[in-house]
Every structure is written in C-alpha cells, then in structure tokens.
C-alpha cells in the first residue's frame, strides 16, 4: 500500500525548523540526509563495505571512538529508524500504522538529541530500541522510506512525542501523568481501536515476600507491610498514589514510582479496575494483593496497539495521528 502523500504534504511547501540534528548531515554517496549520532557502548569494531560490525551486529554509516573507548554510530536518519520502527512496532501490522510509527519515531528522537555531548541518544528502551542493519524489514523500511523527513508539528514547533503499547481503551493525559504542565494535544480521551492486544485486560496476583523487600526500600518508616489500596483515580482511570499500610504507620507514594520500584512489567499499567488483598493460607494475614487492569504502558500518545486497529479499520497515518495527537500537524524537518 502507498502512503496517501498528497494528505500528507498538501500545503507543507517551505515548512523547516533548525534543530541539532536536523542541522548536521550526513555525506553519503551524496546523499545530504539528516544524520544522528548514536552511542553503542565499548567493543571491537570492524569495518565491512556499506558500514561496520560491532558486538556481533551489523550498523550502516561510519563511525567514531570517544577519548573513553566508546562507539559513536554516525547514520542517515532513515537508516536508524529502518532500524528502531520494526524494534518498536511489529513489521507485520498494517503499512499505516508503521507510517505512524515512523514519523512518531523521528519526532520522538528531536526532542531527545544533545548536541553538547558527542552523541545525540543511546540504543536501548531509554531512548529507543536500535540493533543495526539486522533489526530491518521491508514492510518497516518502506513505511519509513514513505514519510521521510515527516514529523509532528503543534503551532511553530515540533510536538512532543509520546508513545506506548497499549493504552487499554482510554489515553492518559501527560499533565495527569506526570504532573507536569498541560499539553494540548497529549491529553485523555477513550480509545476503541487496542482491544486485541493481549494487554487489553489483565490480571497480576503481588504476593507479599515479593512486595515486602521493595517497600522496605521506598517507604521503611511504616514496618512490616500489612496493606497495599491504589488510590486517587484521575480521569483516564488511572490510580495516582498507592497507599501502603504497615505495622508501625501509613503513608502514600505516588503510583507510577510505586509501579517502577516494584516492575513495570508485573503491574503493567496504572489503570486499575479492580484490586483485593490476597491472604495467607495458614495466618490470614495480608499475603499480597490481587490487581486487574487494562494496558501495557504510560498510556500518554501513541498508543500503539490502537494505531493497529484503527489502521485495519481503513484509517491512513494522518488519521491515526490526528486521532492521538489532535490539533497537530504533519510538516517536514
């Protein structure tokens, strides 16, 4: 399938923001595309024809070694995304989605280059995930390819890009997620389109051996825990704080550093539907907690899962963007 680009850059001519990276370029047979600076770590390297091997995997580009032994990737900007969309978005889903995936995925990096270090991001799930030539698929590399130099835009900047797998049916807002200020176009509205992710709705039992030795960390005052109760429900249905009950006192943390201390993974949203405390066989006392919930993730932006269904239902990338980041829209670096 073709990207719609004439949906895409219908009045666009002219449009261009200076940025750090946008800034630098990379020459490559001519080439005069936007390069980045990624830093893969310490290792041998060796150069082959078209890039290099580093730590057993394949990088186009060139690049460099800092004073301190670590490998600096310089890459044509689609080269890296090629790369990081099908590490963040199955290459299998609908051409649609992928486009919306890549141009989230390049604005996404703008906002998180530095140009006073010698490298602008790293590789891993801090920044986005970028294993090399050998992390690349047609349907991915196409989709790139097809909005190249696309990016989102609010106003007379780039937008702020957010992205998670799932957001369970109703996207949190950034200002409900992290008490920051309010951002026009990343705020909480219902979201029909992720129902068949297999993290639509699910369940975790927390037993209390597992819970006892990260809450001693973050809340030791209160002694031997004795409850767990998330709390303060905001508008996307999201808990904000967790109340934790021990045997010497009480106090409230906040949700989300309560959900990284113990592993985003076990609990994997903050958007709680149903919770009781778990008891233990032979005491009857507090043996952990038992949570069902919807999503995988923050829930802020993209959500991904979504953009799946919504690109199944016949939506184009401009609509799948528009619907998560309303007011937006597409421009070129």
């Not at 989230?104 to 790293?122: H, K, Q, T």
Request: aromatic residues 10%; proline residues 6%; glycine residues 10%.
């Amino acid at each position: 399938m073709k990207l719609r680009r004439r949906a895409f850059l219908g009045g666009l001519a002219g449009l261009a923001l200076a940025t750090p990276v946008a800034a630098r370029a990379l020459d490559d047979g001519g080439d005069r595309s936007q390069a980045l600076r990624v830093l893969l770590g310490r290792g041998p390297v060796e150069p082959i024809a078209g890039g290099f091997l580093f730590a057993g995997n394949r990088y186009r580009g060139t690049y460099s070694i800092l004073p301190d032994g670590r490998v600096v990737n310089e890459v044509n900007f689609d080269d890296y995304l090629a790369s990081v969309v099908p590490a963040e978005m199955s290459p299998s889903w609908p051409i649609a989605a992928l486009e919306a995936q890549a141009i989230c995925s390049r604005g996404f990096i703008l906002a998180r280059s530095n140009p006073n270090r010698p490298y602008d991001l790293v590789p891993s799930e801090l920044a986005q995930v970028y294993r090399g030539v050998e992390s690349e698929y047609p349907a991915s590399t196409a989709a790139v390819h097809a909005t190249s130099g696309l990016v989102l835009r609010y106003a007379h900047a780039f937008a702020q890009i957010e992205y998670s797998s799932c957001c369970g049916g109703f996207n949190e807002s950034s200002a409900d997620a992290w008490g920051a200020a309010p951002i026009p176009y990343l705020v909480a509205h219902p979201c029909p389109y992720c129902t068949a992710s297999p993290h639509y709705r699910w369940k975790a039992d927390l037993l209390a051996e597992d819970l006892r030795e990260s809450v001693s960390q973050i809340a030791p005052q209160i002694g031997a825990l004795q409850d767990v109760t998330f709390t303060d429900f905001d508008r996307s249905g999201r808990a904000r704080w967790v109340a934790l009950a021990g045997s010497a006192g009480f106090v409230r943390i906040s949700a989300s550093r309560f959900r990284i201390e113990i592993g985003a993974r076990r609990i994997p949203s903050l958007l709680v539907r149903r919770q009781s405390s778990l008891l233990a066989p032979a005491s009857q006392a507090f043996g952990g907690l038992h949570i069902e919930g919807r999503g995988l993730g923050h829930g802020v932006g993209l959500c991904q899962w979504g953009a799946r269904g919504y690109a199944l239902a016949g939506g184009s990338a401009q609509e799948i963007l528009s619907f998560y980041f309303a007011g937006t829209s597409i421009g070129r670096l």
